[in-house]
């Protein structure tokens, strides 16, 4: 069991639960500006996660404005922001988001530049979600 100091047993930054919904909403571009206001705020390690899932938002949106390369270096850049944290945390299933967004990463690559037109946007799916306790689940 985490103790009390676990950043994430925390309550999720106000910014950053409007970020995930309207990530969730698939409004990719105003789900990076909340996110980034959580971002700026937050001081400790969370900080983090909010940056890594905001890249996952910017490369999506990359990816349906047909910018590839903007899509990739985004994926790339998400992934050393979000190893460090468990599978669950601040109530997101962050295995579940990872193996969604690795998907997508993939079906890009597999497209290339050319194939962009053919990108089936059912694959963009909502960050999954985790019960954490009183309060703290979504």
């Known amino acids: 069991m985490r103790d009390s100091a676990d950043p994430c ?7 950053a639960r409007r970020g995930i919904q309207l990530f969730d909403a ?3 571009f105003e789900a990076h500006e909340a996110l980034e206001t959580a971002w700026k705020d937050e001081t400790g ?5 909010y940056r890594g899932i905001l890249q996952v938002a910017v490369a999506y949106y ?5 910018n590839y390369v903007g899509a990739r270096k985004m994926f790339q850049r998400c ?4 190893a460090p944290f468990p599978g ?3 109530g997101i299933d962050l295995a579940q988001f990872t193996c969604d967004y690795e998907a997508v990463e993939q079906t890009l690559l597999r497209l ?6 053919e990108f089936d946007p059912t694959l963009l799916k909502p960050l999954p979600r985790v019960q954490v306790g009183e309060g703290r689940g979504w």
Request: proline share 12%; net charge positive.
């Open 26 to 28: 698939k409004e990719y």
């Open 45 to 49: 390690p969370i900080r983090d996660l």
């Open 112 to 117: 290339g530049p050319r194939g962009l037109g």
């Open 62 to 66: 990359h990816l349906l404005k047909g």
């Open 88 to 90: 669950h945390c601040l």
């Open 79 to 82: 992934r050393p922001w979000l």
């Open 9 to 15: 047993l925390r309550e999720i930054h106000p910014e």
